[in-house]
């Protein structure tokens, strides 16, 4: 799935008989129609080495065997236009052997498929290298990651916090390939097979910032190969897509190994990703896996090449998986190679608009055995599969109900996590083997949507995720299960899959904002607290014990990451007996970009971290160092650092790790850096590290707490290990959170939790600092000595309650005599809905002008296709008018509505977005109180669900609201157009959000 993600029909009986016959009849169109010898007879065998390939086979004894070889997309009988690469005579015994240069005045043969021909009839059939013994560019073993755990990326930092082990990157090739050369100093130049290339250097290097943090950590990736539609003219897209894809229905395009040309290309782009991500050094990172295209049995919506059978779409896509095997194989000795599957299996799923043509969506055995066909008649190889284990119903994450998903792989129409037990079966089978051992599976892509956004809503999908876990970690067969995905993403609509929420207040489609219950659990799930985190989804799912579920469960085998050890860090100690770990007088001493860094430089001395990032995510630098530190004598670090200071980025923090030579060991420090700018030193306790024998690399991050874009530099003037700290200063690096968990009023409960972040305990009393317009009894609270890494939370009842700023209040508290800003968390503002639509009606809701009808509905053909929240939508079908008219639903209440308690009144919008030549779409919404109204009118964006908001604090007629107006229209055309809008969740916010 690229940004949402669609399913097809289940087709009739007839439609699988239809799809056996198309199949045949495309096999005899496509069979080259040259006489053909005793199939034993022909290549048996292509060997490739670094300057040479042998062909080895058999043909009639003493006869003369012309060896052609042919390009990757030329048909087989295109043989007699070319001259044969060598001609030898058959031995006695029948048996020939021929060896040519791999490169000499022509095509690399390398790719090359070779064809026997006697006497003008071509004996057996064309075979491809299938003994590989070139020379890798890069030969190291395969990572062994932890466990299983995995997402699709992009928040790198947070992806190493909660111990992500596996993950996938998208390649859109559409982006990062051009046709032609640009700006030298953001192109990136490949040759292949003695041609340039050119590559978008900016894009090229934000996967590059991606991958590398990723794989340093240790994380296994895997690279996903992808051509999208595009209408830039530059886009080597144009080259790539296959010629007969619909890029109209088609979010992903096939790959294009029809021409020459195209061939050209794919194998260029992914030589170029190969070697890029395979190198010895990881200068650029590390990827060891390739995924080619996406869902490839839905090609109609995921890898489309227009209507085809399946056997003629799998001669297609095989090519290319091909490719990327050779060439991913030549860069890296290990490589491995995946098709990509939808969760359908024996029937096709979603929507089909052909049902009796099965020439769009295949089932996905079908897809397997035609491609395990193809690869055993013409050159067997290593290639995998990557599957997507959805729940059947997408919005529904309780998969364990999937009634579609059964016991039996031979009927089985879905492949959910309800039956994922049956994949490693059935790709255990003989005749799907390679070498003797079966495929592998990776599940590349699959989540569980929060169907809605309620607390329940929030703990189903986190049941889902941790019942999935459990599943996959006792599989045998499977390596890995990339959770997608790591943030909720606007444009899947009402879908929510991810770890986080994704921030409304910013423009980016994926940007975070707030983790929810699932990332707490993805987190733990796969530690000694695994139990701990998850025991909540047993009454969500219904069960009293895993194991009523989970084959093999064994809860003693589910610690298999080290929670990293908590070390304190002071920002006030001094310290003695120094030895310098980094200096920066000539240069960086090996310290790179880490994570949401864009430079790392040495200036005067310092070491100058370059960023321009969110401000909430951790940015920084790290160093690897060539033989392990051992700092058993010497366990303080110290760093002296400056980070600027900006207001809007609240309070700032920084963080040190050390990371142990194996076994996944890490111990951080954190602490809360001072309000200003000034340098500030900072000293990290590793004096109870048990790996601190053997540190493999340092990491220095700082980040803000909010979400502004923030930019700058962190100057780093020094790194030093001491062998004792000779004055530990006063304990001030301290953590403190309040929380208001029954809302901000005078009666309700405040709770107040300290965390020791420092070198040394805490003692003395927790005081509530007067003068915030926010009072709490008692005022004081004993800490009673609170040990590092150690937090303590005090409850008290909040007696007063004006602050000046009621979207975000915030209290003083005092720890030591340090006094420290902290802000008052409240639980999200109550959205109390009015209407939802989910009986079935229009709930009163009537067409306003320029709309012909409006309905309640459980779907609708444009993105996202279903409800923002529950069963059902109202649905508004435009009339036949000026596109830039307003369209509109209206609501007149029977009695007037007294929303006295709103703050905010809100109501999400979506429409189709196929306007002819609209510029953009624009949305009102409108509450009227007599003549009196209040109104907002803002553009919003098409096939998603859009939030408008009325404020209506100071507004008098929001206690007699006797008519709501919803209504959308398209900028800058006026051709008519009928087109639909849907209303959903018209409700409000008992208090201002921020």
Avoid at 130 to 147: F, K
Avoid at 250 to 266: C, D, I, M, P, S
Avoid at 914 to 919: E, K, L, M
């Amino acid at each position: 799935m690229v940004e949402t993600n669609q399913r097809l029909l289940r087709p009739r009986p007839a439609v699988l008989l239809a799809s056996v016959v198309l199949a045949l009849v495309a096999s005899l169109l496509v069979a080259p129609p040259a006489a053909r010898a005793e199939p034993a007879q022909g290549v048996r065998t292509v060997v490739a080495r670094d300057d040479s390939v042998t062909v080895a086979g058999s043909a009639p004894a003493g006869s003369t065997v012309a060896i052609h070889a042919l390009g990757t997309e030329a048909a087989e009988t295109s043989w007699s236009d070319g001259e044969p690469v060598a001609t030898v005579t058959a031995d006695a015994d029948g048996g020939f052997t021929a060896t040519v240069p791999r490169a000499e005045g022509r095509t690399d043969l390398y790719y090359a498929k070779y064809l026997a021909v006697v006497d003008g009839a071509v004996l057996g059939t064309f075979r491809y290298v299938d003994d590989n013994q070139v020379t890798p560019l890069a030969s190291y073993p395969y990572p062994e990651p932890l466990n299983k755990k995995g997402v699709t990326l992009p928040v790198t930092d947070d992806a190493e916090e909660i111990g992500v082990q596996h993950a996938t990157v998208n390649l859109p090739l559409n982006q990062l390939m051009l046709l032609e050369p640009v700006d030298p100093a953001n192109m990136i130049t490949f040759t292949s097979n003695g041609r340039t290339f050119y590559f978008d250097a900016d894009l090229v290097e934000a996967r590059d910032r991606q991958i590398k943090p990723s794989s340093d950590n240790g994380m296994v990736v895997n690279l996903i190969f992808l051509v999208q539609p595009t209408t830039d003219p530059n886009s080597a897209g144009r080259v790539l897509a296959h010629p007969d894809a619909d890029p109209q229905a088609g979010r992903v395009l096939g790959f294009n190994t029809l021409t020459a040309e195209g061939v050209a290309y794919y194998t260029a782009a992914v030589e170029f990703f190969a070697q890029r991500y395979t190198r010895s050094d990881r200068r650029y990172g590390r990827a060891t896996g390739f995924i080619v295209g996406n869902e490839i049995n839905a090609q109609w919506a995921w890898a489309n090449m227009g209507d085809k059978p399946v056997g003629e779409f799998v001669r297609d896509y095989e090519r290319a998986l091909r490719i990327t095997d050779l060439a991913a194989r030549a860069a890296y000795s290990e490589a491995r190679t995946y098709i990509s599957l939808t969760h359908c299996w024996i029937t096709v799923c979603g929507t089909n608009p052909d049902p009796e043509r099965p020439t769009r969506f295949y089932p996905a055995p079908d897809v397997i055995e035609g491609i395990n066909q193809l690869s055993k008649d013409h050159g067997d190889y290593g290639w995998h599969v990557a599957h997507h284990p959805y729940p059947q119903t997408l919005a529904n994450p309780a998969f364990w109900k999937d009634d579609r998903a059964t016991g039996d792989i031979e009927t089985t129409p879905m492949m959910t996590f309800k039956n994922i037990e049956l994949l490693p079966q059935y790709l255990g089978r003989s005749e799907l083997r390679y070498d003797g051992q079966p495929r592998r599976i990776i599940l590349s892509e699959q989540g569980c949507n929060m169907p809605g956004t309620t607390a329940e809503a929030e703990r189903l999908q986190a049941a889902c995720y941790a019942l999935a876990y459990y599943k996959v970690r006792f599989l045998d067969g499977i390596d890995s299960f990339i959770l997608h995905r790591h943030v909720d993403h606007k444009r899947e609509g009402s879908f929510r899959f991810g770890l986080w929420t994704a921030d409304e207040e910013r423009p980016e489609p994926d940007k975070p904002d707030r983790p929810k219950l699932i990332h707490d659990v993805f987190a733990l799930i796969d530690t000694e607290r695994s139990l701990e985190a998850t025991k909540f989804a047993l009454d969500v799912i219904g069960i009293d014990d895993w194991s009523e579920l989970v084959p093999g469960w064994d809860p003693a085998a589910l610690a298999q990451r080290p929670l990293p050890e908590v070390a304190g860090i002071s920002t006030t100690a001094r310290l003695g007996g120094t030895t310098p770990i980094s200096t920066f007088d000539q240069g960086t001493d090996g310290w790179q970009v880490s994570d949401n860094a864009a430079s790392v430089a040495a200036d005067n001395g310092d070491l100058v971290i370059g960023f321009n990032s969110l401000a909430k995510l951790w940015r920084g630098s790290d160093v690897e160092f060539a033989e392990p530190l051992d700092a058993s004598s010497t366990p303080y670090v110290g760093v002296r650092l400056r980070v600027p200071y900006q207001q809007e980025t609240g309070p700032r923090y920084a963080r040190i790790k050390a990371y142990g030579e194996t076994g996944g060991a890490i111990a951080a420090g954190t602490a809360r850096l001072a309000d200003d700018g000034d340098e500030q030193q900072l000293t990290l306790d590793l004096s109870r590290w048990a790996a601190r024998s053997s540190i493999s690399r340092l990491k220095i991050w700082v980040r803000g707490s909010t979400n502004i874009d923030w930019s700058g530099t962190v100057r780093v003037a020094e790194v030093v290990r001491a062998d004792r700290l000779a004055d530990t200063g006063r304990t001030t690096n301290v953590n403190l959170t309040a929380v208001a968990p029954e809302g901000g009023r005078v009666g309700a409960p405040a709770r107040l939790t300290l965390t020791n972040w420092d070198i040394r305990p805490v003692d003395g009393s927790l005081r509530v600092v007067p003068g915030t317009g926010i009072a709490i009894d008692p005022a004081s609270f004993e800490i009673d000595r609170l040990p590092t890494g150690e937090q303590r939370t005090f409850t008290g009842t909040i007696t007063g309650y004006e602050p000046p700023d009621i979207a975000a209040p915030e209290l003083e508290l005092s720890v030591q005599d340090v006094e420290y800003r902290v802000p008052l968390e409240l639980p999200p503002p109550t959205p109390v809905e009015l209407y939802d639509f989910d009986d079935g009606t229009a709930q009163g809701w009537q067409p306003g002008i320029n709309v012909s009808s409006a309905a309640a509905v459980t779907t609708f053909l444009n993105g996202p296709r279903l409800p923002h929240d529950g069963s059902h939508a109202l649905e508004a079908v435009g009339a036949g008018v000026a596109a830039s008219a307003p369209r509109t639903v209206v609501l007149r209440p029977a009695q007037p509505l007294d929303l006295s308690a709103a703050h905010e009144v809100a109501v999400f919008l979506n429409s189709y977005g196929g306007a002819p030549d609209a510029t953009g779409y624009e949305a009102t919404f409108t509450l009227y109180s007599g003549t009196d109204r209040v109104t907002i009118t803002a553009p919003y964006s098409p096939n998603r669900w859009n939030e408008l908001v009325v404020p209506v604090t100071d507004w008098a007629g929001r206690s007699a609201i006797d008519r709501i107006e919803v209504g959308m229209r398209a900028l800058g055309t006026e051709t008519t157009w009928s087109g639909r809008f849907q209303v959903d969740s018209v409700g409000y916010y008992d208090r201002p959000r921020r």
